[in-house]
């Protein structure tokens, strides 16, 4: 009977050993592709960023005392949120998906005259103390934080 453990166990080792030490699997390359940077649905996405534009914009035009109430932060917040994290993921994610043509091809879409006055409002509402990179989550933060690189903090606004 303990020749058959010693066998399990061994056979477990091996296994575990195996695992343990085999190479990390390759990452997949994006694709060269000379296609047009992006999948079928697209015409869903292109929708959803002008809604996230429109709903940035309203959180960004909200009275700059509705920032400093509860309900009125948690909008403020959250539509800038939803915007910086969609955009930087599709500046991440078509890339990889699609290779240059799927860069060359979002970078565009966020590229609008909409985009620009984004930034410069979320640019002002952090110089003037209304926001904080601490208020967005991870992915939408990297975003925010090239935004605003070069902004100084220069008030400290819903201060009480």
């Keep these: 009977m303990s020749r058959i453990w010693f066998v399990v166990w061994a056979i477990i080792v091996v296994q575990v050993a195996a695992w343990a030490f085999a190479p990390d699997p390759k990452a997949p390359q994006a694709p060269a592709s000379d296609g047009p940077g992006y999948g079928s649905s697209e ?49 991440e994610r078509y890339p990889e998906t699609f ?40 992915v939408a933060r990297k975003m925010v934080e090239a935004v605003v690189r070069n902004e100084r903090v220069i008030a400290k606004a819903c201060a009480g």
């Design 99 to 138: 290779g240059k043509p799927g860069a060359d091809y979002i970078a565009r879409q966020w590229s609008t005259g909409e985009d620009q006055r984004i930034d410069r409002l979320t640019q002002e509402a952090y110089a003037q103390g209304y926001l904080k990179l601490s208020d967005l989550n991870n």
């Design 43 to 91: 015409k869903y996405s292109v929708d959803a960023r002008v809604s996230q534009r429109a709903d940035a914009i309203a959180a960004l035009e909200r009275p700059y005392g509705a920032r400093c109430t509860d309900d009125g932060r948690k909008q403020f917040i959250g539509g800038l949120n939803e915007y910086y994290y969609q955009r930087q993921n599709q500046m």
